[in-house]
């Protein structure tokens, strides 16, 4: 098992459906990796499976070249099975605490947050390693989430220093939209894994990422 903890910074963070991992599936987050990805998280939807960790080790292999972290969600008995970096929980926990005893290990934790702020109060509470608010647009895979307003994602980067990712129908052309809320990354699902070129998707989303971090610059 990994025992160094890797870091979790801005960038495209793509979110894989497990029950819809195939060969060109693999193919297309190599192409991801290719163009550079923040992170790699492994979505909570397993259906049928059953070989959990064996499909999550085929992904940390898959990363291993790339210093790519993936992460499980909410699923954390994971991390004690296979090579995997962290959990997102969807949901604040009362637990976090005897979680990471029980994992004995450092790893990377985030949370979902919507337009309450006391779940970002809660992730600086619990040094946790990133945000991630959803949904900032309409999006049929991000149906759960309430919609976030600009507003607060912008309160949030006012009051933390932690990485701040923005999910929810997140295209290239609606990004340069929500630029201006602070956000340091964005977790996407539909717009790599279903491009034709998903490499050049990834590669335009870390551009315009780019592009918010030289007007910031001083």
């Known amino acids: 098992m990994s025992t160094t903890k890797k870091e979790i910074k801005g960038g495209v963070y793509l979110v894989v459906d497990p029950s819809a991992l195939n060969a060109a599936a693999l193919d297309k987050i190599r192409a991801a990796l290719d163009s550079g990805l923040a992170a790699i998280q492994v979505w909570n939807n397993w259906k049928e499976i059953t070989a959990k960790a064996e499909l999550i080790q085929q992904i940390t292999q ?5 210093n790519t972290p993936v992460l499980v969600n909410e699923n954390y008995s994971l991390l004690t099975e296979t090579d995997a970096d962290g959990v997102h929980f969807d949901r604040p926990t009362e637990n976090l605490a005897l979680i990471r005893a029980a994992i004995d290990r450092d790893f990377i934790s985030g949370v979902t947050c919507g337009n309450d702020l006391n779940t970002v109060q809660y992730a600086i509470d619990y040094q946790m390693d990133y945000i991630s608010f959803c949904s900032v647009f309409p999006s049929s895979s991000a149906n759960s989430c309430e919609w976030v307003q600009p507003a607060t994602i912008a309160a949030a ?22 630029l201006h809320t602070g956000l340091d990354g964005i977790a996407v699902i539909n717009s790599i894994m279903k491009a034709d070129d998903p490499a050049k998707v990834t590669a335009q989303f870390n551009q315009i990422l780019q592009q918010k971090e030289h007007k910031n610059a001083p």
Do not use: H, K, Q, W
Not at 62 to 66: E, P, R, S, V
Not at 160 to 176: D, W, Y
């Open 157 to 178: 980067r006012a009051i933390t220093n932690m990485p701040v990712f923005a999910a929810g129908g997140i295209t290239a052309s609606n990004l340069p939209d929500i």
């Open 62 to 66: 898959l990363t291993a070249g790339y």
